[in-house]
């Protein structure tokens, strides 16, 4: 029975150790307190140099990659036909999509707050409308063009007056 006792005894005092707190390397140590924290704290604690990074950067973080910029057309009051300066900023829009074949645009169409909202969700869908024709006309590939219209539902100046319902009248492009 003695010898029983010893053995179990034995048995938690060996359970008991391995059981216990874990011896950590410095390694791991200096692992751990490294988890949650970027590289821009590592750059601001001066463990990094402010060009250093640990992750790739990608193609379109490359300084020599042009940003792409579309420009936005405007439309006369109660209007969804092209003026000479909408026609060369979608021109300069048609051939920036060509250059860049992966590219899908998404056409929003707006309206000033004059009218009904029914009025002027249909006015903004003929702008997009408009645009977008005047793109694939142009080349660009109508899969790769979206319209939307959200009529007065987002102005781009909450003004009242003539100035702002001028800047609300337009077709945005936006890059998807």
């Not at 490359?62 to 021109?91: G, Q, W």
């Not at 899908?104 to 249909?122: M, Q």
């Not at 100046?157 to 003539?162: C, M, Q, S, T, V």
């Amino acid at each position: 029975m003695k010898v029983l006792v010893i053995i179990a005894l034995m048995l938690c005092v060996a359970c008991w150790v391995g059981c216990g707190p874990k011896k950590v390397s410095p390694v791991d140590e200096a692992e751990g307190e490294d988890m949650g924290r970027t590289d821009a704290d590592r750059t601001r604690e001066g463990e990094l140099d402010p060009g250093d990074t640990e992750e790739p950067i990608s193609p379109l973080d490359a300084e020599d990659e042009e940003e792409i910029i579309l420009d936005h057309i405007n439309f006369d009051y109660d209007k969804y036909n092209l003026s000479d300066d909408a026609t060369t900023a979608l021109s300069n829009n048609g051939a920036a999509l060509m250059d860049n074949p992966d590219l899908h645009v998404l056409i929003e169409g707006h309206c000033d707050e004059r009218g009904t909202e029914e009025y002027n969700l249909a006015l903004g869908e003929k702008r997009a409308l408009a645009a977008r024709d005047f793109l694939t006309r142009f080349g660009i590939a109508k899969s790769r063009l979206s319209i939307v219209s959200y009529g007065e539902e987002r102005p781009a100046d909450p003004g009242h007056h003539e100035a702002a319902w001028a800047r609300n009248r337009r077709a945005m492009f936006v890059l998807r």
